[in-house]
T-cell receptor, first 114, second 116 residues
């Protein structure tokens, strides 16, 4: 079984400041890693994913994440945030076999302070 | 490609009533997933289909819940005798599995259920 831990439930950041949202996972098998964003009353939109290859992954809206196998982490970063980045961010993992269901963390609410 | 759609977007019902939700996946996608998201939590897996076959159901899915995907296209999720604990956002996602490789899951906007 897999599990995902997002330690920060809320992260307030000033506009144009950098941000890092932390994600750690646990799995006995190889997994794929994802970050999704959820705006109020909407579904989930894929920000970026790590399947294999380069451990630094770039996504939409200027976000990037780095896969660190030794630390079992997949932290999300953005060098300069905007008001429009205010949303809930979910880290998720899945295997590449079987049901391939996504296992999500509890989410981090990013609030941008003007 | 119009994305994953769900209907209705919101449903308010009284305890004990039955409700049915519909999901239309991206047209060529052969896998379809249902998740449930409660307030302050991440989505949790409920069940999934490969074409029309329902291959797995989570233990979260009590016998009051049933899902179908009759022709391998759209899917329905029915909840019988709703309880207040069923209040949640129900999310549908679809993906394409081909040549033993599965693409990303794309999510619909969700159906928010409120049981009074």
């Amino acid at each position: 079984a897999q599990s995902v831990t997002q330690l920060d439930s809320q992260v307030p950041v000033f506009e144009e400041a950098p941000v890092e949202l932390r994600c750690n996972y646990s799995s006995s098998v190889s997994v794929y890693l994802f970050w999704y964003v959820q705006y109020p009353n909407q579904g989930l939109q894929l920000l970026l994913k790590y399947l294999s290859g380069s451990t630094l992954v770039k996504g939409i809206n200027g976000f990037e994440a780095e896969f660190n196998k030794s630390q079992t982490s997949f932290h999300l970063r953005k060098p300069s945030v905007h008001i429009s980045d205010t949303a809930e961010y979910f880290c998720a993992v899945r295997t590449n076999f079987g049901n391939e269901k996504l296992t999500f963390g509890t989410g981090t609410r990013l609030t941008i302070i003007p | 490609d119009t994305g994953v759609s769900q209907d209705p977007r919101h449903k308010i019902t009284k305890r004990g009533q039955n409700v049915t939700f519909r999901c239309d996946p991206i047209s060529e996608h052969n896998r379809l997933y249902w998740y449930r998201q409660t307030l302050g939590q991440g989505p949790e897996f409920l069940t999934y289909f490969q074409n029309e076959a329902q291959l797995e159901k989570s233990r979260l899915l009590s016998d009051r819940f049933s899902a179908e995907r009759p022709k391998g296209s759209f899917s329905t999720l029915e909840i019988q005798r709703t309880e207040q604990g069923d209040s949640a956002m129900y999310l549908c996602a679809s993906s394409l599995r081909r040549d033993r490789v599965t693409d990303t899951q794309y999510f619909g906007p969700g159906t928010r259920l409120t049981v009074l």
